[in-house]
C-alpha cells in the first residue's frame, strides 16, 4: 500500500470517528 495513501486513510478514519463521536456529519 501507498505510505501516502495509508496516511490518508488513517486522517480521514480519525476525522470520521471525532465526527461520529460528536453525531456532527
Given at each position: 500500500?501507498?505510505?501516502g495513501?495509508?496516511?490518508?486513510?488513517?486522517?480521514?478514519?480519525?476525522?470520521h470517528?471525532?465526527?461520529?463521536?460528536t453525531k456532527?456529519?
Amino acid at each position: 500500500m501507498d505510505l501516502g495513501l495509508h496516511f490518508w486513510v488513517t486522517f480521514f478514519t480519525g476525522c470520521h470517528q471525532k465526527l461520529d463521536n460528536t453525531k456532527v456529519i
